[in-house]
């Protein structure tokens, strides 16, 4: 019975989902339903949708295809319906009601979104064709990873050295997968990609990884190793700091570099990192690095104590300072 019913709901419910669609697409509602519900609400909604899947989860979440079908969802099929019911909406209440001036209005303002949509849709095709070229680019240039992750103190441990780019995510949550017993991670790098410093921040958040340094992590490398649980740095190691440079990170035009750098200052944040400190953290412009002291990192939270030299084994025993 449970069965029935629950395939009686869905039949009513798609019933009424195609009598909502089809009593727009011929005018029928009201003009200020029309206008403000499937008109503008429903644009305000996926446009937003899309401002945060262009600029932040696709890069780790989401596939080329899935994205590229969402797009065409919206911009050919969904925005064409919501344009011709509105239109087809004013010409009743024009003839019923007259009202010049406002159907003015709402047609003029159909035009300003046809336009927006248009160049949305022409910088889309653009940032198309850029992923393309990004794609051929690498598939023409040696398959060597400029990164390592390797395994280590017995399969507790992962050592993670070289560049953040593109497939060290997935490539470290495959390993964390197969490798339930995983506590720690090394981190040494310059940095890298911003989006796959992410992918890594939300690994280690996830998984509830301590994280080391014991040589040099900046940029993207210092942004994933604030998400450990327990952070933790030898005393002549680095951490950097600077601006983001997004021009040869993504394929995706435009970017808004101030935007990437408040999301993740806000992530820094919910690490219970000093306020005093992330006011520091970009200041300083992409092509120099901001090298924080042992004394400012401990006081602002960033790291919980210092440890000796590294033994591939993570151990909190050598701990000679705490904040």
């Not at 300083?284 to 090298?291: A, D, E, T, V, Y």
Request: net charge neutral; hydrophobic share 45%.
């Amino acid at each position: 019975m449970s069965y029935l019913g629950g395939g009686i709901v869905n039949i009513i419910n798609l019933s009424m989902c195609s009598k909502f669609i089809k009593k727009h697409w011929q005018g029928n509602y009201p003009l200020y339903f029309s206008f403000w519900v499937n008109f503008i609400l429903i644009t305000l909604m996926y446009n937003g949708f899309e401002s945060i899947v262009l600029h932040d989860f696709w890069q780790i979440t989401l596939g080329l295809p899935v994205l590229i079908s969402y797009l065409i969802f919206s911009r050919l099929i969904l925005f064409p319906w919501q344009m011709v019911g509105l239109v087809r909406c004013c010409e009743k209440h024009f003839l019923q009601h007259g009202q010049t001036l406002l159907i003015r209005s709402i047609q003029g303002l159909i035009i300003v979104v046809i336009i927006v949509n248009a160049i949305g849709v022409i910088d889309t095709m653009h940032w198309y064709k850029l992923l393309q070229k990004q794609a051929f680019e690498k598939t023409m240039i040696s398959d060597t990873k400029i990164y390592s992750l390797s395994l280590q103190n017995k399969a507790t441990l992962i050592d993670l050295k070289g560049t953040f780019d593109f497939g060290i995510t997935s490539d470290m949550e495959a390993m964390l997968i197969e490798n339930p017993g995983i506590r720690n991670i090394v981190l040494s790098s310059t940095g890298g990609i911003i989006s796959e410093g992410r992918g890594i921040f939300r690994l280690i958040d996830q998984y509830k990884l301590d994280t080391y340094v014991y040589r040099e992590c900046s940029s993207a490398c210092a942004l994933a190793f604030i998400a450990g649980n327990k952070r933790y740095m030898a005393a002549n190691a680095r951490l950097g700091f600077h601006q983001y440079n997004l021009q040869s990170q993504t394929a995706f035009q435009p970017v808004d570099v101030a935007e990437a750098q408040q999301h993740d200052l806000k992530l820094l944040r919910e690490k219970h990192v000093s306020e005093r400190f992330l006011e520091q953290v970009f200041k300083q412009p992409s092509h120099l690095i901001w090298f924080p002291t042992i004394k400012e990192l401990l006081e602002s939270g960033v790291i919980n104590a210092l440890v000796g030299e590294q033994d591939n084994s993570g151990d909190k025993h050598k701990s000679v300072q705490t904040n």
